[in-house]
């Protein structure tokens, strides 16, 4: 499926994205990609994070990029430290910026500015340690 919806090379950019953003902050990133999802992508986005494991990290701060490529929806969501410390509409801005670059039909390109984004925003609630160690895997993983 990945090879059909991303190359290796668009994977390897959003990689190389996801390893710049956690240089700014201790949150873990993840980026996966359904091929469907159920009627609710919230629902279908927090089981792949269970799925994933993203809640084993130290501080509670993983965060998904959940996309389902037939049905074009997405999901943004974070761990529960995270929630515990932001506010309700933290992740407004990174989803509008991903809900313009897909419909301009830049995915990649989305993907990559809401990781950013994502890293930049986690700086002030989760910076970046001197001893912090990628907790979870950069690259993209794919589902159904």
Same mark, same amino acid.
């Given at each position: 499926m990945g090879t059909r919806f991303l190359t290796q090379e668009e994977c390897t950019r959003i990689e190389q994205v996801i390893a710049e953003a956690e240089c700014n902050c201790s949150g873990e990133i993840h980026v996966h990609i359904d091929k469907h999802c159920s009627s609710n992508v919230l629902?279908?986005?927090?089981?792949? +994070? !269970?799925?994933? %494991?993203?809640?084993?990290?130290?501080?509670?701060?993983?965060?998904? @990029?959940?996309?389902?490529?037939?049905?074009?929806? +997405? !999901?943004?969501? %974070?761990?529960?430290?995270?929630?515990?410390?932001?506010?309700?509409? @933290?992740w407004n801005d990174v989803c509008v910026a991903l809900s313009d670059s897909f419909r301009a039909g830049d995915i990649v390109g989305g993907l990559c500015a809401g990781i950013r984004m994502t890293g930049e925003k986690l700086k002030a609630y989760f910076p970046y340690q001197s001893d912090d160690k990628n907790e979870l895997p950069n690259e993209v993983s794919f589902g159904d």
């Open positions: 629902d279908d986005a927090a089981k792949a +994070f !269970a799925r994933l %494991g993203m809640h084993k990290t130290e501080l509670r701060n993983g965060v998904l @990029f959940y996309l389902a490529s037939e049905e074009r929806k +997405f !999901a943004v969501i %974070g761990d529960v430290g995270i929630n515990q410390k932001v506010d309700d509409d @933290f």
